[in-house]
């Protein structure tokens, strides 16, 4: 962190005015209701793609009652699973997402999604509106496609270009933009899905050059995509997903559309290098989704997805559902979080399963990884407590040995933290969502994920995090006789938490003072 200078110190003050005039200003902004619009569905599976025959008569069986899953362990094979979809999309392309940003990846998959539309298909986007600010003109050059329809979650009244400015903006509306859709979706023609913990920009790839991400999602085929189809329909149905021309009063043309696709070209054009490597080629696509068909590991799978009619209801359906499945697991749980911060109730679940004999494992990020240093300073307020309880505790090196696995060559960034949301329970159960061990995922944001009953799925998954787990990759926190903690990994043994600099330590300490856990 920076010195102080005067300079500084004056850009804080006229900040601190600033936001002081907002927040009189604020007074007067008007709020947003829950609308009607004209339903609209999900289509029903293309029987007609020789395709998707390929694909389906690939699976290891023809039991439809079963769902298939493949992992996407890194963001190279998973980019390239989201490519392969839209690509391969003959009738319709779903997209549910809380960060999409313009950068290299989001431009390509955006770029992709155009020339998708141009072949007919239906395209559905909805995105969350925290991360918009500034977006307005490439969302409505979008919409302006006749076979793109998008729409915004939750929008924010007053919209202005930054995304701090817009919550103090319509701070007289808090209680309802503080509550955001968290949910990550692919869906093309009704057969394939992608569900998991990536947001679409750059580090959840492993193309970023200031940070990158562990991350993970899972391709899902069979008997859950339907209902997937049918959660995406939730939130497109529910009132609080407005079209974009309603909530951004201005104007596109096809002048708009066309200098969009320039653009979106320019900056995807960073990644053709990377897809000339690694991109299938479109004469062996058939191949290609017959071999992961072939691949594909079977499961009962059940989705776990939070109302968006969040006025009468906090949105905790799939917390309450995932805390069931920790309390029912009499061996052991390994549960992979970006963000850990202990409810009361996440704390006496973790107590009553170590109580009766269950194994108990955490891994989360470090201050030295993490991309959310107040998240962190809530999160070390409990890390005694779970220790105490006999949990054991790990959190991410941003050296991680394993991080060459995550971040494409030619891309190593800065900074390497975790954004996973994975729960591994006895050798049967696995879940993978959204859903943070946070407040914020557990009683403030909608989420979603699939817990499936698998013994293959369970295991190519715990196999999939061993590294993470290693003293190469991670720090296992521990207690003295003393009550003091220490950070524990192949090469050293720290006695503070590891900090990636004194300037990250000074803001731990600040955002520690603060009563923030329940915000996190």
């Not at 391709?219 to 407005?242: I, M, R, T, Y």
């Not at 479109?282 to 109302?307: E, H, N, P, V, Y």
């Amino acid at each position: 962190m920076p010195y102080l200078t005067y300079k500084s110190l004056m850009n804080l003050i006229v900040r601190y005015v600033y936001l002081m005039l907002l927040l009189v200003l604020s007074a007067c902004s008007t709020t947003i209701q829950v609308h009607s619009e004209p339903p609209s569905y999900a289509l029903e599976q293309n029987k007609s793609s020789t395709t998707w025959q390929s694909f389906n008569n690939s699976l290891p069986n023809d039991n439809k009652d079963t769902s298939w899953f493949s992992l996407l362990n890194t963001g190279q094979v998973s980019l390239i699973r989201r490519l392969a979809i839209i690509d391969t999309a003959e009738t319709s392309i779903d997209a549910q997402y809380f960060l999409w940003l313009e950068d290299a990846v989001g431009s390509l998959l955006f770029e992709r999604l155009l020339a998708a539309a141009d072949r007919g298909v239906r395209v559905r986007l909805l995105l969350d509106d925290s991360f918009l600010a500034g977006e307005d003109s490439v969302i409505l050059a979008l919409e302006e496609h006749q076979n793109i329809h998008v729409r915004i979650y939750n929008p924010f009244a007053i919209r202005g270009t930054n995304m701090a400015a817009r919550y103090v903006e319509n701070i007289n509306d808090f209680s309802r933009t503080n509550h955001r859709m968290h949910n990550k979706l692919l869906i093309a023609d009704s057969t394939v899905a992608i569900v998991g913990g990536r947001n679409i920009a750059n580090e959840y790839f492993g193309f970023g050059k200031v940070r990158n991400f562990r991350d993970f999602d899972l391709l899902a085929a069979g008997k859950v995509v339907p209902e997937l189809s049918n959660g995406f329909d939730l939130f497109w149905n529910s009132g609080w997903a407005f079209p974009v021309p309603e909530i951004v009063h201005k104007y596109a043309s096809d002048t708009d559309l066309t200098q969009l696709k320039k653009d979106l070209r320019y900056k995807a054009s960073h990644l053709d290098h990377w897809q000339e490597m690694y991109q299938m080629n479109s004469r062996t696509r058939q191949q290609s989704w017959q071999d992961t068909a072939k691949g594909m590991l079977s499961g009962d799978a059940k989705l776990l997805i939070d109302t968006p009619h969040f006025e009468t209801k906090l949105p905790t359906q799939v917390s309450e559902h995932l805390l069931q499945a920790l309390r029912a697991s009499n061996e052991e749980i390994i549960a992979v979080s970006a963000y850990l911060i202990m409810t009361d109730e996440l704390l006496n679940t973790t107590q009553l399963a170590i109580d009766n004999g269950v194994k108990v494992s955490f891994l989360t990020n470090s201050l030295s990884s993490t991309n959310h240093v107040a998240a962190h300073s809530a999160y070390r307020h409990h890390r005694k407590d779970l220790l105490r309880l006999g949990a054991n505790l790990y959190t991410v090196r941003s050296d991680a040995a394993n991080r060459e696995e995550h971040e494409v060559i030619g891309f190593y960034a800065e900074q390497f933290g975790l954004h996973s949301k994975v729960t591994i329970l006895d050798k049967e159960k696995v879940f993978v969502g959204t859903l943070n061990l946070d407040p914020r995922s557990m009683l403030l944001n909608t989420e979603m994920g699939l817990l499936i009953n698998s013994y293959e799925l369970n295991a190519a998954v715990r196999e999939a995090f061993i590294p993470d787990f290693s003293p190469q990759s991670s720090w296992q926190l521990q207690l003295t006789e003393n009550d003091q903690l220490r950070w524990y990994s192949s090469d050293k043994v720290l006695t503070q938490q590891p900090a990636g600099d004194t300037g990250q330590r000074i803001m731990d300490f600040i955002y520690g003072l603060l009563p923030i856990d329940l915000e996190m």
